[in-house]
């Protein structure tokens, strides 16, 4: 088994050095050279070159121009604006339309519609708190907190309550109210 795996690889040895040799004599044999300049290569004849001076001439004329300006603003389009500023001007309607949905209007400025009645430090030195009345119900808020799901107390003030609606982002404040009294009995 040796010997035929042995005369195996003598068979692709001896294949390979014949096509080595093919490619090597046909690579190298005495074909010209490809087409293209060489020394040996006498059908070389030079470019035809111009006199460059009336080039040169023309394009140092066009670098020295200058600019005159005639009036008109190269930037905006519409007509040269008339030398009388006190003629009629002929109004020119806007040759674009907006198409589409409308602008949405702006939304309302958030509102609280609870009342601000007063505030206070629970404990004495703690943080603001503030008292809100909705309907017979007080609620002690501080800054931070969210009341009615979507208002959010941002500050607590001696005269005024600052407020944000989560939803629209929109900010409001109201000012302290006097509580109604309550009748003594």
Known sequence: MADKKQAREA???????????LVWYFEFSGRPAAAGFSAGNQTYTPINAQDFSDIWGKLNAAQSTEYKSTGRNIFVAGAVPSADPDAPRAVVKSPFRIIGPNPKEPDPPAQLSMTFFGYGNLP???????????????????EGETVQNR??????????????????HQRGSKPIEASPATPAA
């Open 151 to 168: 208002i959010r107390i941002l500050h607590i003030g001696n005269e005024s309550i600052e407020f944000e609606d989560i939803n629209t």
């Open 124 to 142: 004495s030195g703690g943080p603001r708190r503030a008292f809100l009345l909705d309907k017979e119900d007080v609620f002690i808020v501080g």
């Open 11 to 21: 068979y692709v040895l001896v294949g390979l050095l014949v096509v080595a040799a």
